[in-house]
């Protein structure tokens, strides 16, 4: 089993719909990343959270620690916001602090 | 600012070459990584560093070499190269030792026939 699960894998909506996004991690974590990945692109970072929640612009990310689990929120989805969106934890015990686990991506697609 | 600049952005290679992959950044961050990213698994780590002069392995270091002789730069090599080093690879940097928010490099697309 993967330390870092995203779902769903797929996500198809139309523009104007609310997407959530679910990331739950099995590891004890000093900080969660959210991140965006277009078609052929670069990798941009949305948030890096440790508790609580983090909104910027459309979007917003919350974690629960006790639960292991965090969300990403998309409001009035637009197409441009059709990317791969990837969850990553960082580990809290020795070296591991300074490496971040991924998970496999969610692929986005939001039609006109 | 650049922030991380990557070349090549493609790169066709024969098995067996050997090849460099090249890694920039002028944001004066200490930390910066290597990633490769292939379908259907998330980014695993290969070479990481702390700061200049210090390197250590990641997840999948074997076929690759990495340098660290300035904060600038990160160079990643290629000894003798395999199909199986066919990814798209990104580096990436953040303040600290990592802790801070992550910042990458456009990706270099690699394929080994």
């Known amino acids: 089993k993967n330390e870092v699960e995203q779902s769903p894998q797929n996500l198809t909506a139309q523009e104007g719909e609310f997407i959530t996004i679910n990331c739950s991690y099995s590891?004890?974590?000093?900080?969660l990343h959210w991140l965006q990945q277009h078609p052929g692109g670069g990798i941009v970072s949305l948030f890096m959270l440790s508790s609580g929640k983090k909104k910027h612009g459309r979007l917003i990310a919350t974690i629960n620690i006790q639960e292991k689990h965090s969300s990403l929120h998309i409001t009035a989805s637009h197409p441009r916001d059709s990317a791969v969106y990837i969850c990553?934890?960082?580990?809290?015990?020795?070296?591991?602090?300074?490496?971040?686990?991924f998970g496999t991506g969610t692929l986005l697609a939001v039609q006109p | 600012n650049a922030g991380v600049t990557q070349t090549p952005k493609f790169q066709v290679l024969k098995t067996g070459q050997s090849m460099t992959l090249q890694c920039a950044q002028d944001m004066n961050h200490e930390y910066m990584s290597w990633y490769r990213q292939d379908p259907g698994m998330g980014l695993r780590l290969i070479h990481y560093?702390?700061?200049?002069?210090?390197?250590d392995q990641g997840e999948v270091p074997n076929g690759y070499n990495v340098s660290r002789s300035t904060t600038e730069d990160f160079p990643l090599r290629l000894l003798s190269a395999a199909p199986s080093q066919t990814s798209v690879y990104f580096c990436?940097?953040?303040?600290?030792?990592?802790?801070?928010?992550?910042?990458f490099g456009p990706g270099t697309r690699l394929t080994v026939t």
């Open positions: 560093s702390v700061g200049a002069g210090i390197t």
């Open positions: 990436a940097s953040s303040y600290g030792h990592g802790s801070g928010e992550q910042y």
């Open positions: 990553a934890v960082r580990g809290v015990h020795g070296g591991a602090t300074n490496k971040l686990i």
């Open positions: 590891v004890g974590i000093s900080a």
